[in-house]
């Protein structure tokens, strides 16, 4: 027995080894001699060299445009990350931050190739995490950070000119997936659904800050930090995910806005994937999840008007957004920005709509709704779509692209 | 792309120079590592002794006193350039590095940075010498010439002498005794002008033709669009371009990074006469990670290549894909010019230092961690009624000395490489405390500093 069982664990490490050598050998025929001695050294146990393997992977992220970075290269960080983390996290407890650190940012800007290891190794390192004591009254702040502007009249002097005066987004309870199809996936037509995720453990357990705390404190996260990303004063940084959620609940200036946005978070942190789930909706039309993300951050966060390719489930788990759309065709009155980068986003700030600039947005019909919590929206492929916090709020996106029907967006 | 032996250039001049002086080295990374970073793209490195190149600003008696004796000067090196060493191991002392039997009457005049994974010299004759690329190890030949540990000529499509080259982190740069540049290796970083015929590697031709808008892979630089941006990883090439260029030659989407092998030439362009306005004449050239510098005669600096982080000094985030004045400094004679990974640094004649493009480690010295998209002219207290008088970037740290020989540094400092006695990052000009030496140059590794100094008397 205990032979059997084993002999798949030395097959693994086997294949992990061989995994390893391959990519050091990839790396040397891109000519990264330095790096396969140094992380050869890291890998005997030498700190110093990981960390130097680590800016050599570094530095090659960062020599030209993204997509020029050659793949192995990012693999090759993660492995550069893997050998600091662990040397770090043998070398004591209070290294565990930093290891943890360096696990995160190998989650985030390296390659698949030891994806599971660094899983593997944040769920080992994070095992001996400290307990998260909460100060007082923060449970309670938080939670009535999430239930602001139930009122809706009060909302209203938050939100864009002529809002929820247009035509309201359907809103369907528990809606089979048969219907979804027929009615609203087929007829490129948005609609909310309710009902439909009161099961999900985030429901319960992201109201709970000790809770966020506990699972995901230490993890390091990449967020965006000023009024939107159109904004010349916006900036993206990496910080953990403690000190993002001291950030929501102090909820200062709003040129200091933080916002978790369009990251996928679940496949950093597992706990959190654990609490959702796909909806069943996400598989109309026999496509292809694209990504999850995650949209979290305080009253006032605002994504301005653009549209993306594919299909849209929005899922409001924690908290109120307003969301407003406008179906495809009204592309050419919403004036997208001409730089192809951000050809997908318009030049109108609904917050602030400069008519004579831009005249053909002022009488254009739209749809929107205050998506509350618990509800899904679902924005078809090209819909532009706006979408202000009226409180702290938790929202996941799912994307999918659709094979069979020509509403796939390109 | 990958390559090694960032301390790999021949770095001799100062050796040979004259017994009273030393060289300081500064703190190279510890643990035995000598190899710098990855990539050691060159280019930075070897600021020093571009005296023989301007003349006139020549205010340096050290090379006039070596030029007045006429002796013959030796290129040394140490280091890592693994197609160079018979096990590809590092060279820890200077080793002479001779001149081929095919160029035995010619002599060593000038080392240049070497970029990735190569070195580069120039001899009496003008001619440029390349070594150190290797037959098996996926170096770029177009960019280095397929020379292994003997240096051999890399013929440029001109008989005019060499007088200055450089090489970034894949491309390299040179200026011939007429100011004219040539540029090749990184497609992105060579701008369109006129492109050698086929150059085989044994010895090239000099036919000139001119390239065609239609060839290669002209087309719009490749964006990730319809999505939001999202997430901190995302560098994305924002580069617009000019409306005119027709001709746009930057990389293309359809290039797979994976076929390193066939892509060579498709993502390696042969020396080019790089197009310069009539009466433009070129003293000296630098080469970044993926920008290029050249400075005229007149002290004008032009800036070409990758703009993502402002290194071009044109105040926008744009590639540069021709060369183009840094407008704001006109009025300003620039004096030297230096370059990092993604930053640039120049003095003025006057001796005031300017800065730009990315700033992530306080590289440009400016007491903030903000990109500048326009030259900005530093104005620490410490550096006040004192002259710029030489400077050198490391990939992201900044090093300058003072016409009363005192040496700064500033930026990335994780491995002491600003010589202050910690690994803290500085974002503003620091005096590095150099007792009993009077430092007479500095030149900056890519993850080290040098200094030539001399010995107190």
Sequence with gaps: MGGESGAPAAEAVEVDEERRAALLRRITEEGGFAFVSSAEKAAGGDLRAAEAAREMAWEQLHSGPWHEVVPAWRDAYAMACLHVAELRAGAGAGDRREALRALDMGLIMGGPLLRRDLDEAVQRIAACAEDVVVADGCTDKWREGISNNRDLAEALRILPNKSLSSKKVEKRPSLSLETFICDYFLHDSPVIISGCIDHWPARTKWKDIAYLQRVAGDRTVPVEVGKNYLCSEWKQELITFSQFLERVHSNNCPSNLTYLAQHPLFDQIQELRDDIMIPDYCFAGGGELRSLNAWFGPLGTVTPLHQDPHHNLFAQVIGRKYIRLYPASASESLYPHTESMLSNSSQVDLDNIDFTEFPKVENLDFFDCVLEEGEMLYIPPKWWHYVRSLSTSFSVSFWWSATAYPSEGA | ??????????????????????????????????????????????????????????????????????????????????????????????????????????????????????????????????????????????????????????????????????????????????????????????????????????????????????????????????????????????????????RRRLSSAKVEPENKSSSEETLSALPCLVTLDTGVRIASVAAGGRHTLALSDTGALLTFGWGLYGQCGQGSTNDQLSPKCVSSLLGVKIHEVAAGLWHTICTSVDGGVFSFGGNQFGQLGTGSDQAETLPKLLDAPCLENKSAKRVSCGARHTAVMTGDGQVFCWGWNKYGQLGLGDATDRNIPSLVPINNYQPKNVSCGWWHTLVLSESPT
């Design chain 2, 1 to 246: 792309m990958g390559a090694d032996s960032s301390s790999s250039r021949a770095r001799s001049k100062s050796q040979s120079r004259s017994r009273e002086k030393e060289l300081l080295i500064d703190r190279l990374g510890e643990g035995g590592d000598m190899n710098g970073g990855e990539a050691g793209g060159g280019g930075k490195e070897m600021e020093e002794d571009r005296k023989e190149v301007r003349g006139a600003a020549a205010d340096d008696e050290m090379v006039k006193e070596e030029e007045g004796r006429a002796k013959e000067k030796s290129v040394l090196m140490w280091g890592y350039l693994p197609g160079v060493s018979p096990h590809r191991s590092p060279l820890l002392y200077p080793v002479a590095v001779r001149m081929p039997d095919s160029a035995a009457r010619d002599r060593w005049m000038d080392v240049s940075g070497g970029g990735c994974g190569f070195a580069m010299a120039i001899s009496e004759s003008g001619k440029l010498f390349t070594w150190g690329s290797t037959d098996d190890m996926g170096q770029s030949y177009v960019t280095s010439g397929k020379h292994e540990e003997t240096p051999e000529v890399f013929h440029l499509p001109t008989e005019v002498p060499i007088v200055k080259a450089a090489a970034g982190w894949a491309h390299c740069v040179s200026v011939t005794a007429n100011g004219e540049v040539y540029t090749w290796g990184w497609k992105e970083c060579v701008p369109t002008g006129r492109i050698v015929k086929e150059q085989s590697y044994s010895g090239g031709t000099s036919e000139k033709e001119e390239r065609h808008s239609g060839s290669l892979s002209d087309q719009v630089s490749p964006r990730l669009q319809g999505s939001r941006i999202g997430g901190v990883v995302s560098e994305f090439d924002t580069g617009c371009g000019e409306k005119n260029s027709k």
